[in-house]
């Protein structure tokens, strides 16, 4: 039979609506509160919620607003209330759930409703995961202010130090339900006319500019020209500052246009105590989505992650989050399982390398530095293949081998050949 979650903050509730469904067959879980349901919800993915509106810490509208924003409604949804009215039952049901009861509730009426609801089809189509599902994280709460006021008067709008997976949870914030959706630094082919106006009213992506290469470049130029014919927002994302743009090649007018309004990513480093919120939901996430093994956070792990120094800001928490759905050897991931895995990628960084000394130099010799370092490590990666170093660098060929020339680095006869 069906596994139950029953949320309500009266424990006679509770326990009469416990006693029936048990005896129906059904495996009960309890929850007095919300904070209580999301762990239940978290560790044993119910069939089935029967979820009270009027709750003392968070009402059961806005836990299920919380659970669709962050595509944990993956399991049909009943309301109940003893002070039920149209409104409510209206709102529940635009927001996701699927029926509602009101109390007292009659035996034969709450077989016959649950009986339903288990039947009832989720959609398999699973929602983005924007900022709305980090409602309880004030760094994020107050972001989404940000890229909302900013986003609501311009049509191009950049995210500083962001990029991949926090670039697209901003730009999918703003994305208008429904509306399409044109990742441009994903396509390697020319854009057209017929491309923007399928995409028209909706939104355009780029998950990091420092990545685009010479034709996605002119692709972004193109666009950038029929944004408000088409009645389209462009959202970008950069890790590096702009001037690395510049100084890649890029055309100094395409990137002040793209410099005109933007956001800047906060800094987790200053905001250590909202990884413990951040952490779960993303870890929910990647196993409702992407089929990781299903795990949850022990306490001890998220306070290892909170007390953790955030050099690599937000893209490091994601990648340490999605190591450790992989890794962890139990479903609980416990601090050891943080530590291991943060101690991992110290040891993997290079160590021959050290980063302070560039401060010490000179502006000329710490940029020479950096690009050698810079691209030493593209062409080791790709083994050489200068096809791909180009466009891992946004770099058009020619260009790149003079730049790997002027920095010394042996490129080989045949490279040299190809640059006579």
Same mark, same amino acid.
């Given at each position: 039979?069906?596994?139950?979650?029953?949320?309500?903050?009266?424990? #006679?509730?509770? /326990?009469?609506?416990?006693?029936?469904?048990?005896?129906? !067959?059904?495996?009960? &879980?309890?929850? /007095? +509160?919300?904070?209580?349901?999301?762990?239940?919800?978290?560790?044993?993915?119910?069939?089935?919620?029967?979820?009270?509106?009027? @709750?003392?810490?968070?009402? !059961?509208?806005?836990?299920?607003?919380?659970?669709?924003? $962050?595509?944990?409604?993956?399991?049909?949804?009943?309301?109940?209330?003893?002070? !039920?009215?149209?409104?409510?039952?209206?709102?529940?049901?635009?927001?996701?759930?699927?029926?509602?009861?009101?109390?007292?509730?009659?035996?034969?009426? =709450? =077989?016959?409703?649950?009986?339903?609801?288990l039947k009832h089809e989720v959609s398999s189509t699973k929602p983005p995961l924007t900022l709305d599902a980090f409602s309880r994280s004030p760094l994020l709460k107050d972001l989404k202010k940000r890229l909302e006021q900013a986003a609501a008067n311009t049509s191009v709008l950049l995210l500083k130090s962001a990029s991949g997976s926090i670039a697209e949870i901003c730009a999918r914030t703003l994305?208008?339900?429904?509306?399409?959706?044109?990742?441009?630094?994903?396509?390697?082919?020319?854009?057209?006319? /017929?491309?923007?106006?399928?995409?028209?009213? #909706?939104?355009?992506?780029?998950?990091?500019? @420092?990545?685009?290469?010479?034709?996605?470049? *002119?692709?972004?130029?193109?666009?950038?020209?029929?944004?408000? *014919?088409?009645?389209?927002?462009?959202?970008?994302?950069?890790?590096?500052?702009?001037?690395?743009?510049?100084?890649?090649?890029?055309?100094?007018?395409?990137?002040?246009?793209?410099?005109?309004?933007?956001?800047?990513?906060?800094?987790?480093?200053?905001?250590?105590?909202?990884?413990?919120?951040?952490?779960?939901?993303?870890?929910?996430? =990647?196993?409702? %989505?992407?089929?990781?093994?299903? %795990?949850?956070?022990?306490?001890? $792990?998220?306070?290892?992650?909170?007390?953790?120094?955030?050099?690599?800001?937000?893209?490091?928490?994601?990648?340490?989050?999605?190591?450790? &759905?992989?890794?962890?050897?139990?479903?609980?991931?416990?601090?050891?399982?943080?530590?291991?895995?943060?101690?991992?990628?110290?040891?993997?960084?290079? *160590?021959?390398?050290?980063?302070?000394?560039?401060? +010490?130099?000179?502006?000329?010799? &710490?940029?020479? &530095?950096?690009?050698?370092?810079?691209?030493?490590?593209?062409?080791?990666?790709?083994?050489? +293949? @200068?096809?791909?170093?180009?466009?891992?660098?946004?770099?058009?060929?020619?260009?790149?081998? %003079?730049?790997?020339?002027?920095?010394?680095?042996?490129?080989?006869? *045949?490279? /040299?050949?190809?640059?006579?």
């Amino acid at each position: 039979m069906a596994q139950i979650l029953v949320v309500d903050d009266e424990m #006679g509730i509770r /326990e009469l609506l416990s006693e029936i469904l048990t005896d129906e !067959g059904h495996s009960v &879980a309890l929850a /007095e +509160n919300a904070a209580a349901a999301r762990r239940v919800r978290s560790e044993r993915r119910p069939d089935l919620v029967l979820l009270d509106i009027w @709750m003392p810490d968070t009402d !059961g509208i806005s836990l299920l607003k919380e659970w669709s924003a $962050a595509n944990l409604l993956t399991m049909p949804v009943v309301m109940m209330s003893g002070h !039920g009215t149209i409104d409510s039952a209206v709102e529940a049901t635009r927001v996701g759930a699927v029926d509602f009861l009101e109390k007292p509730i009659a035996l034969q009426k =709450l =077989l016959q409703t649950v009986k339903k609801a288990l039947k009832h089809e989720v959609s398999s189509t699973k929602p983005p995961l924007t900022l709305d599902a980090f409602s309880r994280s004030p760094l994020l709460k107050d972001l989404k202010k940000r890229l909302e006021q900013a986003a609501a008067n311009t049509s191009v709008l950049l995210l500083k130090s962001a990029s991949g997976s926090i670039a697209e949870i901003c730009a999918r914030t703003l994305q208008a339900p429904k509306t399409p959706w044109l990742d441009l630094s994903a396509s390697s082919m020319p854009l057209t006319q /017929e491309m923007l106006e399928n995409a028209s009213g #909706g939104m355009l992506f780029i998950a990091d500019l @420092m990545l685009m290469g010479r034709l996605q470049q *002119k692709n972004l130029a193109f666009a950038l020209e029929r944004l408000e *014919k088409y009645h389209l927002q462009l959202v970008a994302a950069v890790s590096r500052p702009l001037t690395a743009l510049v100084d890649a090649g890029w055309d100094q007018s395409l990137v002040a246009r793209l410099g005109e309004v933007w956001v800047a990513l906060p800094q987790l480093s200053g905001h250590a105590d909202d990884v413990p919120e951040i952490a779960p939901l993303v870890l929910t996430h =990647l196993v409702e %989505r992407h089929g990781v093994p299903p %795990r949850r956070f022990s306490s001890a $792990a998220l306070n290892a992650l909170r007390l953790h120094h955030w050099q690599g800001e937000w893209v490091e928490l994601l990648a340490v989050i999605r190591n450790l &759905a992989v890794a962890a050897l139990e479903d609980e991931i416990s601090a050891e399982d943080v530590d291991n895995i943060l101690q991992r990628d110290s040891d993997a960084a290079p *160590k021959s390398v050290p980063s302070l000394p560039l401060f +010490n130099q000179p502006l000329r010799e &710490a940029r020479e &530095a950096f690009e050698r370092q810079y691209f030493e490590h593209h062409l080791k990666n790709e083994r050489g +293949n @200068m096809t791909r170093v180009a466009e891992k660098t946004g770099l058009e060929r020619t260009h790149l081998y %003079r730049k790997l020339k002027q920095l010394g680095l042996n490129l080989g006869r *045949k490279v /040299e050949e190809l640059d006579q």
